[in-house]
């Protein structure tokens, strides 16, 4: 039988979201919370994760902001054994935690490289393992955000492409392995996302951006909401038997030049 959509979709779940001061993944952290589950929100910042705990609380939900660097696995695993003490077993992590910036190789010190690759994969490692022995399982949702350099080669974005080249390499070997606990492990690829940080910094010009979107097949940037609706999805029961998946969410930006208008010859 077919299993239906419901307006409380995790209610009764506990969610794990990690790097949720801001951005895409503080938008996941809201949604989650609006459709019932518990909701703990982490970051580096104490002032900033408080902060984002209280948009939540605000609304009537069930959210704590705990402060911790998914680049030390000890600090990881305290707000994870926190979040167990104050809400229960976690039915759902979201590790989101990235850092970028734009550089050629050649103008990238050893320690920008290294920096990015801890926050974005050690970060990712670190937060996956750390969370297993606190699931709810089976049925437990693990969720990464990568990213279309992980395949897609880019100039001056050499630290990141390595990076979540091994997150989507991580999110399919850690699918395999927690698959027979009944964990799924998925990632999702957002494409460009408007009111971000990174695509401030990769496209800080409306010249820029203008060009961006040109070569997107639905020529507009995404939502922050079309993340967290995936993010929902791949959290619910509708997914029970997607792993080991790298979901893209992207518009099309990932199929290629879509610049030239295929419907001007229909017009």
Not at 46 to 63: P, R, V, Y
Not at 112 to 124: A, E, N, R, Y
Not at 151 to 175: D, E, R, W, Y
Not at 178 to 200: F, H, L
């Amino acid at each position: 039988m077919a299993k239906a959509f419901k307006d409380k979709v995790l209610e009764g779940k506990v969610a794990f979201v990690a790097g949720a001061s801001s951005g895409i993944n503080l938008g996941i952290a809201q949604h989650f919370a609006a459709h019932g589950a518990k909701v703990a929100v982490i970051s580096r910042s104490h002032e900033k994760i408080t902060a984002a705990a209280k948009t939540m609380t605000d609304a009537g939900h069930d959210a704590i902001g705990l402060a911790a660097d998914v680049r030390d696995f000890e600090s990881v695993d305290k707000a994870l054994a926190e979040t167990q003490k104050q809400f229960g077993n976690i039915d759902i992590v979201i590790s989101g935690a990235a850092g970028n910036f734009v550089a050629p190789a050649l103008g990238m010190s050893s320690n920008g490289f290294k920096t990015v690759v801890d926050i974005d994969l050690i970060g990712t490692f670190n937060v996956l393992r750390a969370s297993f022995q606190y699931l709810n399982r089976p049925g437990a949702s693990l969720i990464s955000i990568t990213a279309p350099q992980a395949v897609n080669p880019s100039v001056f974005q050499a630290h990141v492409c390595a990076a979540k080249a091994g997150i989507n390499m991580l999110t399919k070997c850690l699918a395999m392995e927690w698959g027979p606990a009944g964990v799924r492990v998925n990632a999702i690829s957002p494409g460009p996302i408007a009111d971000t940080e990174g695509m401030a910094r990769l496209a800080p010009t409306p010249e820029m951006e203008k060009g961006i979107k040109s070569r997107i097949a639905m020529r507009d940037y995404g939502t922050k909401t079309d993340i967290a609706d995936m993010a929902l999805f791949l959290s619910s029961e509708n997914a029970s038997y997607v792993t080991g998946t790298i979901v893209d969410c992207d518009g099309g930006s990932k199929l290629g030049d879509a610049g030239a208008d295929a419907l001007g010859e229909f017009k």
